[in-house]
């Protein structure tokens, strides 16, 4: 057991979320239900026509819909139990301290400046630096695999405008 989990062992923390099972949930899992019968039945009926008759066509028919079925399957989860989560980030600090928070190093990657615009790049570079997150354990690396002129002068664009605004700045171009 951790420092911080001994010493909260005897109190009752704050939370840092909660979730509540959205209204919708009851229609989401009524909906599966007859969905699922629906495609049982087409599975059924795949299985059926390929005991009568061995064409290609019907072993295609049988795979596609148990394709279809099984990727419908996977996603249902999300669907079947929708939750709204709220988190509280002030809690935190009741959690661990400031100086205790990991150094967090986010790659950016770009390559061409016609299909992913520098000012897109630069806007993600500049919503990371403004991580409510200290600044000393943040790092943001840049890679730029097309070498481009105009990437390069918008983040010695951007570098500029941090400064002004006091963030810090690591980037690797």
Known sequence: ??????????????????????????VNRAFALVYS??????????????????????????????????????????????????????????YVKESEYPGLDVFICTADPYKEPPMSVVNTALSVMAYDYPTEKLSVY??????????LFAFMEAARFSLKEKHTAEAWI
């Not at 911080?4 to 923390?13: F, Q, Y």
């Not at 704050?14 to 509540?20: A, G, I, R, V």
């Open 37 to 94: 019968c629906a495609i049982l039945a087409l599975l059924y009926h795949h299985f059926i026509g390929l005991l009568r008759s061995t064409s290609m066509v019907s072993i295609f028919l049988l795979l596609a819909d148990s394709v279809l079925a099984f990727i419908w399957v996977t996603t249902q989860a999300f669907r079947i139990y929708p939750t709204y989560r709220r988190v509280f980030v002030e809690h935190l600090e009741h």
């Open 142 to 151: 840049v890679s730029d695999d097309g070498g481009s002129k105009l990437t």
């Open 1 to 26: 057991m951790s420092r911080t989990n001994k010493s909260m062992a005897g109190s009752h923390p704050l939370p840092l979320h909660t979730k509540k099972l959205m209204a919708r949930a009851g």
